[in-house]
Structure formats: C-alpha cells, structure tokens
C-alpha cells in the first residue's frame, strides 16, 4: 500500500487516498520517517532485520532444505537468543521454506527363490558404536541423458553415510562400489551386520562373498516392506527432497555425482539430524570417541 501512495500521491494526496485504504495517514508518514531514519522503528523491527540476515544464512549455508525446526537449532547451536515462533513468522515473511518430501519410487527387484540371510535387525536400528549396523540401500535419477542410481551405505549409530555410488545402472557393481567405498574408508570390525532389502544386487554372489570374506554378517528384510529398512529408507527420502528435487533438473551421471558429492560432506558434517540430538553425525561420532578416550586419561 505504501508503494502505491507513493506511485499516486502527486496526483491524489496521501489523505484521499488514505481514506480509500485501510490505512492511516499518520501510519503512512510514519513509514516513510522510518525509510529515511532507520533509527526511528521500533526495537522490534530493528531486532527482526537482524534475525532475518541470519536465517537467511543458515538456509543459504544448508542447501536452502532447512524448515523453521532446523533453522532454529542452528541459531540455537550459534548462540542466538531467539523463539522457534519468531523464526517461523520470520521465515515466513522472507517467504522461505524447508524442503518437503515425497513419495519413493520402488527399485527393488527381488531375487525369486533366493536363499537369503535371516533378519538380524528386525526393524531396531539401533547402535552403540559406529561400525556396528550397516543400512544399505539405492535409488533413482532422472536426468536429460536417462536414468542413473545412486547406492548408499549408512552407520546406523550416528546416521552417517560412510559409502556412496553413482552409476548408470543398477547392477551388482553398484551397490558393490558403495561397500567398497565404506570398506576404505571405515573398515570392518568384529561383529558388523550389514542390513538390506532382499534386491538381486544385495544377494549376488559377488556381494555375498565380498561380506564373508571381510568377516561381515549380512542381514535382509521382507522385499517390498519399507519398515524392514526403514533408516535407509529415511536417508534416501531426504537425498531426494533435499537436494534431487530442489536441484534438478540434473544433465548427466557427471552432474548428479558432484551433486551428491557435495551433499553427503555437508549431511555428514554440517546436517543437524534430530534422532541424534540435533547435531552432525560427524560431530556424534566424535563425542562418542572423545568419551572413550576421557577415562585412559584420567587413568
């Protein structure tokens, strides 16, 4: 409204105009007062142009994926004195929001008749330490140049994603790029399970022998029953909202690999996950090994 008075005062007059609008003069020069001295508005609206930089940066920092909840723990974890209802009015006016999920294509193709490992997890995916529970799962791309499937392997304790793939096809050398890839980087320790959906890649012999031989003991589910991989379920949904639906259109496997790149560092080591305390898993694991270490010192 104010632009409008503006626009046609010069012809009009604010009072006549104002009579017009649901507004008052006094209100109108009183804006305009505030324009020319910043100085002059309240403690209030000096206080929210300050928070409203400040969200604004926590959602530019995160992939433009967080909602208030995530919004607010950040400000939180950055020591700003600041309600959850003021950063959803905030946010509001900026006309910003969260990334929301949708539905998830189904990838699995089950191996008919397949001798398959027992089901070791039973939907409980919990840990006590890293290395404990592996989840495995992958799915789908859409780009100009066709389909590509991107696997993930993800430790249960902190929810981290220790291995990842991208390729063109989702055949058995997928999934078993993504476990390499955890293998290197995490290596197996004494009584790792490795838990998935009964696809035909999970169950390949190659997969299956490569578990055995680094002594991991796999773990399957019910084929097509989500609860039974719940977690990697979870971890593919925000994948796919965060940064596949809010990225794309994506060109090629070349695009989608350095996207994906890109948001795996920042979900391991910036992503505040609230089933571990809204914190980083990065940041998880790390207290969980500073806390081993605190009693040998003190010894």
């Not at 070791?120 to 859409?142: E, I, M, S």
Request: hydrophobic share 35%.
């Amino acid at each position: 409204m104010v632009d409008f008075i503006d626009e046609h005062r010069a012809d009009d007059g604010v009072e006549p105009i104002c009579q017009q609008l649901p507004i008052a003069p006094s209100t109108y020069f009183e804006h305009k007062a505030c324009e020319a001295d910043p100085s002059r508005r309240s403690a209030r609206a000096l206080r929210d142009e300050s928070l409203q930089a400040e969200i604004q940066r926590v959602w530019d920092e995160n992939f433009w994926v967080y909602g208030t909840r995530k919004v607010w723990r950040q400000l939180q974890r950055e020591s700003y004195d600041v309600a959850r209802c003021t950063v959803e009015r905030l946010m509001r006016r900026m006309g910003i929001q969260g990334a929301v999920r949708g539905a998830r294509c189904r990838t699995t193709a089950p191996a008919a008749q397949a001798d398959c490992p027992a089901d070791r997890v039973k939907r409980q995916f919990n840990a006590q330490r890293p290395n404990q529970l592996w989840v495995a799962d992958f799915t789908y791309v859409a780009t100009w140049s066709g389909f590509v499937y991107t696997a993930f392997i993800i430790d249960v304790f902190a929810n981290r994603i220790v291995g990842r793939r991208t390729a063109r096809s989702m055949r058995t050398d997928l999934v078993l790029d993504a476990l390499e890839q955890a293998l290197y980087a995490r290596g197996p320790e004494d009584g790792l399970i490795h838990h998935s959906d009964r696809g035909t890649q999970y169950l390949s012999i190659c997969y299956t022998e490569r578990l055995q031989d680094v002594g991991i003991e796999g773990s399957v589910g019910t084929t097509g029953d989500s609860y039974d991989n719940a977690l990697a379920e979870s971890i593919i949904g925000l994948y796919k909202a965060e940064l596949i639906h809010r990225r794309g259109p994506w060109r090629s496997l070349d695009d989608v690999e350095y996207g994906t790149l890109e948001w795996v560092d920042w979900f391991n080591h910036r992503r505040l996950l609230e089933p571990i305390g809204h914190v980083p898993p990065a940041e998880f694991e790390m207290a969980y090994y500073e806390q081993l270490e605190s009693p040998a010192i003190g010894a």
